[in-house]
């Protein structure tokens, strides 16, 4: 006999107002009072990232209830994109609307994991806003796309404190999403789905239709 199915159970949530109050919703700019508009959010068990409109990154650690601040030196500018992954450590990336690329390698209290905040810079390849980025599973790899289509891999090594970036794949259109996993980079833009070989450096189109 079949088991019976248990029911599905709808809950609602309450807002994060513990986490929205740790955010100010104006900033002092010189003589100027600006609005802050959250722009960008990715979630993990371990943290809650927030992109903001004036280039803050607030990174709440959800074990500890604590809030932390990041942010780019130089130009206040819009985070347009961010992407958490936990591995052996924990590592955050963010795009921003002109085009810059960082990784922060975050601090933690376990043994034998990173003490000291560290940033790796993406330079200079993207000249558009950032609108997707993907990890590896490992941290080794970080793929990033933009609106005008260009999709650049960034070779990460953590122990070394470097970060080496070229430009892989270049769409006709803006890249909607990245996803990798195997050495295949899953890559969606607006006109069309495509998966990208990364070992052979080619490309093999999901569909034969472009997107209207």
Excluded at 40 to 68: E, F, P, W
Excluded at 135 to 156: Q, R
Aim: proline share 3%; hydrophobic share 40%; charged share 20%.
């Amino acid at each position: 006999m079949a088991s019976v199915a248990s029911p599905v159970i709808f809950k609602e949530f309450c807002p994060l107002y513990y986490l929205l109050n740790a955010i100010p919703t104006k900033v002092q700019k010189g003589f100027r009072s600006i609005v802050v508009y959250l722009t960008a959010l990715d979630t993990n068990g371990d943290y809650i990232a927030v992109g903001s409109s004036i280039g803050m990154l607030y990174l709440y650690c959800r074990h500890l209830n604590q809030m932390k601040k990041y942010n780019f030196e130089g130009k206040c500018e819009s985070i347009t994109f961010v992407k958490l992954l936990s591995c052996f450590d924990d590592l955050v990336a963010v795009g921003t609307a002109s085009g810059r690329v960082a990784v922060f390698q975050l601090v933690s209290s376990l043994p034998g994991r990173n003490k000291q905040l560290r940033r790796f810079d993406v330079a200079g390849i993207h000249k558009s806003s950032i609108t997707a980025l993907a990890w590896s599973p490992n941290g080794m790899k970080l793929f990033s796309g933009d609106d005008k289509g260009k999709i650049v891999y960034s070779a990460l090594d953590l122990d070394q404190g470097i970060c080496n970036s070229s430009l892989v794949l270049e769409e006709p259109s803006s890249i909607v999403q990245l996803d990798y996993n195997q050495k295949v980079l899953l890559v969606s833009t607006v006109q069309r789905t495509l998966l990208f070989y990364t070992e052979e450096k080619s490309v093999k189109q999901v569909g034969t239709q472009p997107r209207k």
